[in-house]
């Protein structure tokens, strides 16, 4: 099953399940999420997430920072009713925005209210966006958006050096995801996990 084939809660569910089945490393990866926003020592953190999906690493993120102000961004009206349920516990400090991410509107409203975020964070999801270009896009925006001392973390399916996916272009090597974070500005950066099909890379705004 596709995110695209997701057409209810009872659907985002299903969906969910078959990708921890099919990618037992994620529970790991959302604990290298949450350990990058801790190290940011920040008292209340505001963290923004890239294609929220079903909430499933808002939830991670919220139970382990209770005091991040959590805000998710999804294209998908299923999957973000599917986060709406699952984030319920923490429904103050959680807000969802049905947006696509191809679009300008989001970022400029952002802009436009001063809203600026120590952490943003993205698993499984950017390669989704189109190929290269999508990714790269991304990158620059979410640098904008990052506060002083801010983390951006990516944690996304890879490709080996060399490989090629005609049909998954958005899946880039490790290098190239490092190399695009360096050239918008990202200090400090680094892969800092390769497990289960994922890369993790990381960049700050200093």
Sequence with gaps: MSFKDVKNVAAATEYIASLNERWPARTAIMDL???QVRQLD?????????CCGAGVLGNHLLAGLPDAQYIGIDQS??????AKETLAPFAPRVTLLQRDLNQDEWHEKFHADGHFFDAIVSM???HDLGGELEVRRIYQLAHSLLRLNGCFVNADLIVEPGAALPKNPGRLTVDRHLQLLTHHGYQNVSCIAQL??????????N
Excluded: C, M, Y
């Design 196 to 205: 289960g099909g994922f890369g993790v890379v990381v960049g700050k705004r």
């Design 77 to 82: 009206d299923p999957l973000l009713n599917a």
């Design 42 to 50: 920040v008292e209340k953190p505001r963290v923004l997430e890239f």
């Design 33 to 35: 999420i949450l350990k």
């Design 124 to 126: 499984q999801s950017l």
